[in-house]
């Protein structure tokens, strides 16, 4: 997926260059750390458990597309994991420790909305829209009482919804290098990411499908995935030939032409 995006954007930033330094479309690597954590809009009990800071790497790669010289089209592709970590005492006196840690392949469509004060300074403002398909994780549950339990379960249609549809903000700043002939475009970035959809199973919600998380909690309202990411990402710009097929036709016809006049005498 990742290698499309950058493939099918190839050849329109080949062309797109051409209007100025400033235009230049530039394709890049990204990658960081994110900090998940799931939120609970309609169980009250739910949403009072403090969950622990945990950091998960993300990384993949990134279109830069200036539409003016305000605006940046970003769009990208990653790898990220979401999830959540709880420790709590039970009412029945119980200590429960429950950590889901799931990993996503992400398309992301952000715009970028830049100041342009310098071109190694450029902070910029960025608002977007996400979507993700669930691939793999686990989910670790130990409980001390009344029956005590350490289990660790794959992640799966019992116990996480396969889509993921959300909305991300944040603060960057871009940053443009010169390295001798070659142009650097790194961009630094912090952006708080909501998830939209419940990430509760439809199956495990309507009880088609055997629940796996009942030992932690009872399956109420919704389940909201958030996170947290700061991440660098660099860029290098797609470059156009200077010498391309039509200015190569033009001299050689000029050189056919003055070469007859030389051999023949017209």
């Known amino acids: ?9 190839a050849s329109f930033g080949q062309s797109y260059n051409n209007n100025g ?3 230049t479309v530039s394709l890049g690597l990204k990658g960081g750390v994110n900090l ?14 403090s969950q622990d ?10 279109v830069d597309i200036p539409l003016g010289e305000f605006l940046v089209f970003a769009p990208e592709a990653v790898y990220v994991q979401r999830g959540t970590d709880i420790t709590y005492e039970h009412r029945s006196g119980a200590e429960v420790h429950y950590a889901m840690n799931a990993s996503y392949a992400d398309v992301r469509l952000p715009l970028e909305l830049c100041w342009p004060i310098k071109p190694y300074f450029q902070p910029y403002l960025v ?12 989910i670790h549950i130990d409980r001390s009482a009344p029956i005590p ?7 799966g249609d019992a116990n996480l919804a396969l889509i993921h549809a ?30 939209l959809m419940d990430s509760y199973a439809p199956g495990e919600k309507d009880g088609t499908i055997a629940a796996q998380n009942v030992y932690a909690y009872q399956i109420t309202g ?15 710009p797609l470059k156009a030939r200077q010498d391309d097929a039509c200015a190569t036709f033009s001299r050689d016809r000029r050189w056919f032409k003055h070469s007859r006049r030389t051999s023949f005498g017209f």
């Open 36 to 49: 998940p954590r799931m939120l609970y809009y309609q169980n009250v009990a739910l949403s009072q458990l």
């Open 166 to 195: 959300g909305a991300l903000a944040g603060l960057g700043v871009r940053s443009k290098i010169n390295l001798g002939a070659q142009e650097i475009l790194l961009k630094f970035s912090v952006t708080a990411h909501q998830g």
């Open 21 to 23: 330094p400033d235009k």
């Open 149 to 155: 339990l350490d289990v660790t379960i794959d992640v």
């Open 53 to 62: 800071f945990t950091f998960t790497p993300m990384g993949g790669l990134f």
């Open 127 to 138: 608002l977007g829209a996400e979507a993700g398909m669930r691939l793999f994780g686990q």
């Open 222 to 236: 919704s389940r909201l995935p958030q996170g947290l990411e700061a991440c660098l990402s660099i860029g290098i």
């Open 1 to 9: 997926m990742a290698l499309l995006l950058g493939m099918s954007l």
